[in-house]
């Protein structure tokens, strides 16, 4: 019975400008997830962080399905901490320092370019982890 399975994750290798890289699917009822990976990609970490990235979309979906939809830069924000957490190099201060008018509340929905939106929610996001939960340990 599929509903006593745990979540199911499929990671798809494929080449082309045209693939879904860096991108997760899940099904209806949060028993499947795709992430697919471009394999074209030149930098030697990038199936690793986007695995990380993905993964963190599909455990937050998967722990909040039903409680709390959270806004673009939160649940990016979360999967960019995601990636810090398991150690590949981010570029978020830079990222930010270049966009210093960046606000978190201006997120795009659309395809438009995001990029000082990510940084910005996962500085802000590695600050309150630092800040709240690692000092509390």
């Not at 455990?59 to 810090?84: C, K, Y």
């Amino acid at each position: 019975d599929p509903d006593q399975w745990g979540i199911r994750l499929y990671i798809v290798y494929g080449s082309g400008k045209n693939q879904l890289a860096g991108d997760s699917r899940g099904s209806q009822r949060g028993r499947i997830a795709v992430v697919y990976i471009n394999v074209d990609d030149p930098n030697p970490a990038y199936a690793q962080l986007t695995v990380a990235h993905e993964l963190a979309h599909i455990v937050t979906g998967q722990a909040t399905r039903t409680h709390i939809n959270f806004p673009s830069w939160v649940n990016e924000g979360m999967s960019m901490l995601a990636e810090d957490l398991n150690g590949y190099n981010q570029r978020s201060a830079a990222t930010v320092r270049n966009a210093p008018q960046t606000q978190l509340t201006t997120w795009e929905d659309s395809s438009g370019d995001n990029g000082a939106h990510y940084a910005a929610a996962h500085l802000f996001l590695r600050f309150l982890n630092y800040h709240c939960l690692m000092k509390l340990r």
